[in-house]
């Protein structure tokens, strides 16, 4: 597993204003698809291309499109779907499909309740789309749940990471293709494993819950 933070001072200040607890829920959906665009921007560099040839108002050339079959972003219910509009914005021929999966706050379980995917991912390039990396639980749950449709290569993209969840994210997928891309990789987590500094919950905050 490769994990990559992406430094760049628009995303160093936009992160700090996500941070901010005094962010109402607009703003924060705002940053949030502004960082993923810029986060994707990165992420997708090695996806799948072949070349075909156009017809401009002046000549013939030789040019780029994405290769079949398309990406497919996959956005973790509920926060990952406010990402997904940063997501598409870099990639708008890209196909969507969903997995809801949810912690248990007392076992720390994953569960999946929801999933609307594929049938069959052989060749996709599947892009995971979820805030926070925590403990790392339901990144490794999706990642698997993935593979067993035989995606054939998996890039997640989150806001923040803990180092735990890092640790775990690399127990967890072992020696298969996954690349890891943040905007961040904070302290650690505390002992409701919420990632500190990190950004609150950022379900509730992008939808307007947050206390």
Known sequence: MRVQVVEHPLIAHKLTQLRRKEAPSNVFRQLTGELVTLLSYEASRDIATEPVEIQTPVATTTGTELSDPKPLVVPILRAGLGMLEGMTAMVPTAEVGFLGMARNEE??????????????????????????????????????FLKKANAAKITCICLVAAPEGIDRLREGVGDLDVDLYVAAIDEGLNEKSYIVPGLGDAGDRLYGLAE
């Open 107 to 144: 076992t720390l379980d994953i569960i999946t309740y929801a999933e609307r995917l594929p049938d069959d991912l052989t060749g996709r390039h599947v892009f995971v789309l979820d805030p926070m990396l925590a403990t790392g639980g339901t990144l490794v749950e999706s990642i698997r």
